[in-house]
């Protein structure tokens, strides 16, 4: 099929950002960050966007057979549109960013799942949140010297009548890798707490590290190996939560207590009251 020319409206341009910021997402996803009540008019939009080259997706006969829904990402197109000066300016987006993003058609599946995984709990901070909720991805993250390289998977903020509550740094633990890699990032943010350069360059309270295992049994394990690192280093101030990330995602209602503190893990908290 010809690849039509046509203006890109804002809701179209709007899913352009969401890839940007996310890398990879699903329909429902974009319907739920787009706070539409129509899936049929954004499935309309997404195979515009897709006829013109402006995004690509993955999907074959084996997602559809197993129900799995298509995953979109930006393809070169449009790639090129949010490279022009007018939406750098206007979006403030990142130029380094968009090059990285050319290689997404490539990724694994593990970085796309990552991808997903994140756009789920951003899903689940903003029904908590809404409009007091900054909610940033490593896509807005990558030039801030502030953060550990690599990247944490988000980094969050408040406002109004949140703005009291400390910002968190979301980090997903996985069984896919070493433990040892998994301890030694904790280390990174031990050793980034004491050595207090988060705290002098913001003139502020350093964040409270939440982290998202992907089994019970991980989560175990970071828990007892954060408690010994925080208690043998004397450490004070340092807060640190775990879940699971089915806990998380799947939780029927968002006051549900399932963080645990990883220096009284037996003592689950609400999202809304973590401190």
Known sequence: MPKLKQPLNELQTEILLILYKFRFATRDLIVTYQELTSRTYTRER?????????????????????????????????IRFLL???QLDEFKLNPKVLNLVYKDKHASKL??????????????????YSDNLDF???????????????????????SGKYSRKPDYVIELMD????????????????KQYEGYTWQNKTNGSYPTLLLIADSPNLERR???????????????????????????????DLKDKFWSSVTSPDNLHELVDLT
């Not at 940033?136 to 408040?158: C, I, M, Q, R, W």
């Not at 007892?224 to 089915?246: C, D, E, G, P, Q």
């Open 111 to 128: 970085f796309q799942d990552r991808c997903l995984n994140i756009f789920q709990i951003y899903t689940v901070f903003n029904k908590l």
């Open 46 to 78: 997404l195979i515009n966007l897709l006829n013109q080259g402006y995004i690509a997706r993955h999907y074959d006969g084996k997602d559809k057979i197993a129900g799995r829904p298509a995953v979109y990402f930006l393809d070169a197109r449009g």
């Open 84 to 86: 022009e000066p007018k």
């Open 136 to 158: 940033f991805t490593g896509s807005e993250l990558h030039d801030n010297d502030l953060f550990l390289k690599p990247l944490p998977f988000a980094y969050v903020t408040f």
């Open 175 to 190: 069984s896919t890798k070493s433990y040892f890699i998994h301890r030694r990032r904790l280390n990174q943010y031990l």
């Open 222 to 252: 970071l828990q007892k190996s954060m408690a010994f690192s925080i208690n043998s280093r004397n450490v004070n101030n340092f807060n640190v939560y775990t879940t699971t990330l089915k806990a998380l995602l799947y939780s029927k």
